[in-house]
């Protein structure tokens, strides 16, 4: 009779635990529990804590998804557990804000012992989930993006560090878009302005030296100097159409300082220097070198531009970093 007794509990006990979804979730089977809580919720819609408990269900899955670094089907895993949340369930959405950021802290962790292209893949999704977190009003996900941005922020400096070391070789345009487009990622990103600054400058200083073109003329700085208040550029001008000829006139040139100052050359600079550039005819597929003098500068001048109006409409302008003239360097 006892053995009985014992054996009608224990299948009591069974058939019990079978329908009572909380201790099949205690005791592992949660896939069971989870069938059961939704039947459940089709019979009871509004009951929020029910809800809960298929959420973290699916919550308690993307955690496990996120170990093993599959990170995409963690994200999905807990959008499909916010299908159950209640729109006012504010505990519910704060929590998911918490798994997005950890999902996210966890790709940017990955991402440091990655190579380059999984590492910017990594970390692009990283922030992208911990954006998501702050979204939904878990703020704790900010101090992490500003590590990564700072981070991120050395890392693109450093590169178009390189890149620009690059194209002072061979000049090849594509470095410096580049390079420029990733200063420009670095500043967007509130990396230290007065490097960047710096590189900007290291930029202009050698583009002043490379010979630009603009329709059919090009030109050139060759050097750089000063004498008293006098500064003296060399300039080399070029015709680059096939036939023809064009008037060359120096005083179309003129110099536009920081303080938007407008400067225009030395016109009898002739008479005290030699090698100055006058009036002259130059013929196309031919170059003209020479000195253009602006007079009442001196080495701290900085200047903005200087800029040439050809008599044939044709505007060139060359782009002076923003440093005083003395510290102009042609690397």
């Known amino acids: 009779m006892i053995k009985i007794s014992i054996l009608l509990f ?31 919720l089709n019979n009871d819609y509004d009951n929020i804590e029910l809800r809960r408990k298929i959420i973290r269900i699916y919550f308690s899955k993307a955690e496990s998804l ?74 704790d996900g900010k101090e992490i993006l500003k590590m990564v941005d700072s981070e991120a922020a050395a890392i693109y400096f450093k590169e178009a560090e390189s890149k620009i070391e690059m194209w002072k070789s061979n000049k090849d345009k594509r470095l410096l878009e580049s390079a420029e487009d990733l200063l420009s990622k670095s500043e967007n990103l509130n990396y230290n302005k007065s490097r960047i600054r710096e590189l900007k400058d290291k930029i202009l200083s050698n583009e002043l ?82 000195y253009i003098v602006f007079s009442g500068l001196n080495k701290n001048t900085k200047i903005r531009e200087l800029r040439l109006s050809s008599s044939l409409g044709e505007i060139f302008v060359k782009e002076f970093p923003s440093i005083p003239l003395k510290d102009i360097t042609r690397d």
Request: aromatic share 10%.
């Open 66 to 139: 996120k170990k093993i670094d599959r990170f995409d089907e963690a994200a999905r895993m807990l959008e499909k557990g916010m299908i159950y949340s209640h729109v006012s369930d504010s505990e519910i959405i704060l929590e998911y804000g918490k798994y997005l950021c950890e999902i996210g802290k966890s790709c940017i962790e990955k991402a440091q012992n990655s190579d380059d292209f999984d590492k910017n893949s990594l970390t692009t999704k990283g922030v992208r989930f911990i954006k998501q977190s702050i979204d939904q009003g878990y703020s």
């Open 209 to 290: 030296f490379i010979n630009e073109s603009i329709d059919s003329i090009s030109i050139s700085l060759e050097e750089i100097r000063f004498n008293g208040n006098d500064l003296l550029l060399k300039v080399k001008y070029s015709d680059n159409r096939n036939d023809g000829f064009r008037m060359f006139d120096p005083e179309r040139f003129e110099i536009i300082t920081s303080k938007n100052n407008l400067i225009q050359p030395e016109k009898e600079a002739y008479k005290t220097y030699s090698g100055v550039m006058q009036r002259r005819r130059v013929n196309a597929g031919s170059s003209y070198s020479g």
């Open 10 to 40: 224990v299948v009591l006990s069974f058939i019990a635990c079978e329908k009572n979804p909380d201790q099949l979730l205690r005791s592992g089977d949660v896939e069971t529990a989870l069938v059961i809580y939704k039947d459940l």
